[in-house]
């Protein structure tokens, strides 16, 4: 027998979500995934419940700085640490009831790539910005290299969107794009654990104006290799995050490194030249920087199968996790939640990676645990949104000439 469908999710009067609104929302989306093609999507969320929901959310972001600490932390406290998603709606949920849901006791901290690849990515970032409404002290979003504009525009979502909401598309898509603005880049969990999609970054250069010529635009050069330093947690609390594709160049460069960065096994820091923005950093910087703010921890995304597959010296991401950097303050994590990964794969073997997320728990929230779980079989039959078999592997050099043509457009 075929499940009944769900009725037309509507806006609690007054604005204020309950646990049963958003476990209905949640029940909504896997059954339309199930039984609606994707553009019949507004007869279960209309626009006008989405704008409610996005502007609601944003709100919230919007007032939360670039590092949230989570610190309302007690001896019955649990975190649980997310990784990349990437539109996989079913084994969300499925994580979701694995771990535990949201609740006083039980906070999340999701570390960004919640669109892209995978057939649901509005469902599931949308599912994620109820629960931030429900308890925003509670669950934390922070942003994924994935929730720009240049990203979305390749990989998937921005398609997504405008099949699914036809004539309304580009309006929920800007909305989207709005939101992503406002996630914030890093947390801070019980002051000994460092989360952030991709890593460590670097310190501003600040530009040099040549006296007498007044408002005169300064090109900055890329500094030398030598010359790069880690930068401090001051500095990322006055990196300005609200930008539609963080900066490959220029003075705002944190967001941009905190987003895309990648681990090595090499000491120091350098350009990430096969990505094109970010750094890559060494143990030496994982120690540093764990040493510098005392903390034990920093867990990171950021790398799936794919990505991992080319990296010479860091493990696999087979079982959803790896530890990259065992030093003597502690050790760097990469934790990614996606399993099968990715949905739409043109290789002929598919990967067929677990995901997985950590839970950390009192005394110090620094002992991290991980879970590790198969992927939701079967899914739903999808088309995939982009061209997957021929667009630029995102874990290779972004196209430039892409992210300028999104700037011009942004700017008009």
Known sequence: MEPVPPSLITWPHEGTLTNEWVHGLMSSFEWSSWHLPPSQLPSVMPVNVFDSLILTASKILHKERNIVHVDDLDSDSKVVVVGDIHGQLHDLLFLLKDAGFPSQNQFYVFNGDYVDRGAWGLETFLVLLSWKVLMPDRVFLLRGNHESKYCTSMYGFEQEV??????KGKHVYRKCLGCFEALPLVSIIAGRVYTAHGGLFRSPVLPK???GKKNRRV?????????LKLGTLEELMQARRSVLDPPWEGSNLIPGDVLWSDPSMSPGLSP???RGIGLLWG?????DFLKKYELKLIIRSHEGPDAREKRDGLGGMDIGYTIDHNVESGKLITIFSAPDYPQFQATKERYRNKGAYIILQAPDFS???FRSFEAVTPRPKANPFYDFENVIDSDDE???SALDTNEEQANH
């Open 272 to 274: 990430n030249e096969q």
């Open 283 to 287: 143990p030496d910087c994982t120690e």
């Open 219 to 227: 090109r900055l050069l890329e500094p030398e290799t030598s010359s």
């Open 209 to 211: 104006r040549t006296r």
């Open 162 to 167: 405008l099949t699914k909401y036809g004539d």
């Open 398 to 400: 972004m196209d430039k």
């Open 367 to 369: 002992d991290p645990q």
